[in-house]
């Protein structure tokens, strides 16, 4: 079974433009969550979508933005990029949302360097 | 609110050291705890997980105890490889919520030979 795939893997922009990351979780996961990681703040949730439906939200500012399709393939975009946005962008599927126990499947991320 | 605390790193030892790595935790439940790994260029993969008080996780020479009455899940290896050098996270998820785990800061592990 294919795991969790993230494009691109490596992006860089300037500041003000807007990005657009894409995940492709593990066939049959309906969850996906996004993570942002950084060597100052280590690795902070920004949201997770279940069935196309945004359920949970980290405290990131409305910059930070994601959708899930039916296919469970999930997107997340950043507008008016500034530098402190460059990261590593980490996507985790789930089998089943909410059951205890349950690890995530993480992809390999999308390293953004904003400069 | 849930937290979790790791051992600052970096972690260095040398090869066929024993390796602990702290991690205690807070929460107001009873939570599923465990230790994710990633190596250089990659995502998170589990390492190990334990469900509930006194259940001790284990994998590719890791161990971990969920201890309840100290609130801590350290983890443990006999005998470190220079291939076991990552960043080691710890992570609880609370049942009755949102499921979404807490992690740690993650600790760095530099094993030399």
């Known amino acids: 079974k294919a795991g969790v795939t993230q494009t691109p893997r490596y992006l860089i922009k300037t500041r003000g433009q807007q990005v657009t990351l894409s995940c492709s979780p593990i066939s049959g996961h309906r969850s996906v969550s996004w993570y942002q990681q950084t060597p100052g703040q280590g690795l902070q949730f920004l949201f997770e979508y279940f069935s196309e439906t945004q359920r949970n939200k980290g405290n990131f500012p409305g910059r930070f933005s994601g959708r899930q399709f039916s296919n469970s393939r999930s997107e997340m975009n950043v507008s008016t990029l500034e530098l402190g946005d460059s990261a590593l962008y980490l996507c985790a599927s789930s089998p089943i949302a909410g059951t205890p126990g349950s690890e995530q499947f993480f992809g390999p991320g999308t390293r953004l360097t904003v400069l | 609110g849930d937290s979790v605390t790791q051992m600052e790193g970096p972690v260095t030892l040398s090869e066929e050291a024993f390796l602990t790595i702290n991690c205690t935790y807070t929460a107001t439940g009873y939570p599923s705890l465990f230790w994710y790994v990633q190596y250089p260029g990659e995502g998170l993969q589990l390492l190990l997980k334990?469900?509930?008080?006194?259940d001790k996780g284990s994998n590719k020479g890791f161990e971990a105890t969920y201890r309840k009455e100290t609130t801590s899940f350290h983890l443990e290896k006999g005998s470190v490889q220079v291939s076991d050098s990552a960043v080691y996270f710890c992570?609880?998820?609370?049942?009755?919520?949102?499921?979404?785990?807490?992690f740690g800061r993650g600790t760095s592990l530099i094993v030399h030979p």
């Open positions: 334990a469900t509930k008080a006194d």
């Open positions: 992570a609880l998820s609370e049942p009755g919520g949102s499921y979404i785990p807490t």
